[in-house]
């Protein structure tokens, strides 16, 4: 058994899209249009053919709460692996991503948070030696 997919719940499509391509640097796989949104999902370009993340419509009514109380308590939706987390911050702070928080050791890694815009925080983490 093995992860094929994971989800982040977004509010714009197309707004995730260039986010998560332009900014973070991950790859379009997919967009297959289905009614008024898409199946869109982006990989790793370390990786074309490994995990997808979906960016997926928050239209359910259980999104908006459900995101809102996370952000309201700082909690990351999900956590993205890379190298070196201060780095990271460096280029992404450089093209105008906010952090909620700046990257901070504890422990065996190193964390920074993001807003994606599309009303997720997101955790980028690497791991210390």
Same mark, same amino acid.
């Given at each position: 058994?093995? =992860?094929?997919?994971? @989800?982040?719940?977004?509010?714009?499509?197309?707004? #995730?899209?260039?986010?998560? /391509?332009?900014?973070?640097?991950?790859?379009?796989?997919?967009?297959?249009?289905?009614?008024?949104? @898409?199946?869109?999902?982006?990989?790793?370009?370390?990786?074309?053919?490994? +995990?997808?993340? +979906?960016?997926?419509? @928050?239209?359910?009514? #259980? +999104?908006?709460?459900?995101?809102?109380?996370?952000?309201?308590?700082? =909690?990351?939706?999900? @956590?993205?692996?890379?190298?070196?987390?201060?780095?990271?911050?460096?280029?992404?702070?450089?093209?105008?991503?906010?952090?909620?928080?700046?990257?901070?050791?504890?422990?065996? +890694?190193? /964390?920074?948070?993001?807003?994606?815009?599309?009303?997720?925080?997101?955790?980028?983490?690497?791991?210390?030696?």
């Amino acid at each position: 058994m093995r =992860i094929n997919l994971t @989800s982040v719940m977004v509010d714009d499509q197309a707004k #995730a899209l260039r986010f998560y /391509t332009e900014v973070l640097g991950f790859q379009k796989k997919n967009d297959i249009p289905l009614g008024e949104a @898409s199946w869109l999902t982006v990989v790793s370009p370390d990786e074309p053919d490994g +995990v997808e993340l +979906v960016l997926e419509p @928050s239209e359910h009514p #259980a +999104v908006k709460p459900f995101k809102e109380a996370l952000v309201r308590d700082g =909690i990351p939706f999900t @956590s993205f692996a890379v190298d070196d987390v201060a780095k990271e911050y460096e280029r992404l702070t450089e093209l105008g991503v906010r952090f909620t928080q700046a990257p901070t050791a504890m422990g065996p +890694v190193t /964390t920074a948070v993001l807003d994606d815009t599309c009303g997720n925080l997101i955790q980028l983490a690497q791991m210390n030696e």
